[in-house]
């Protein structure tokens, strides 16, 4: 069974930094593209970051050019390094596989995710 561990979140003062690290085990990782998805309260899910088995990575509009996504493979380790954070940056955060060619669609049942509160 496929295991995904969220951790290195927290609460942060706006313009600070984060990096979030999701391992995962129970299945072959080098082959899938890797997304981060984040849910804030009272809102749907959503792709913050994603990137490819071949390293092409893509970002929503909203985090461009402030969170790098990156992947370890020796490690099974996807990364999401956040700076510049923001109020509306808070949500529990998410890692999970992209299934076929979906971003919106994820692979494997999620883990418990990680809280990151930026506030004042």
């Known amino acids: 069974q496929v295991q995904l561990v969220e951790s290195g979140g927290g609460l942060v003062q706006p313009g600070m930094s984060l990096r979030l690290s999701c391992v995962v085990s129970g299945s072959i990782f080098s082959i899938y593209a890797m997304g981060w998805y984040r849910q804030a309260p009272g809102k749907q899910r959503e792709l913050v970051a994603g990137?490819?088995?071949?390293?092409?990575?893509n970002y929503t509009d909203s985090v461009k050019g402030r969170f790098t996504i990156s992947r370890d493979n020796a490690k099974r380790t996807v990364y999401l390094q956040m700076n510049s954070l923001k109020p509306e940056d808070t949500a529990v955060y998410y890692c999970n596989a992209r299934l076929g060619s979906n971003w919106l669609t994820a692979k494997w049942d999620w883990g418990q995710g990680t809280q990151v509160t930026v506030s004042s």
């Open positions: 990137i490819t088995n071949g390293f092409n990575r």
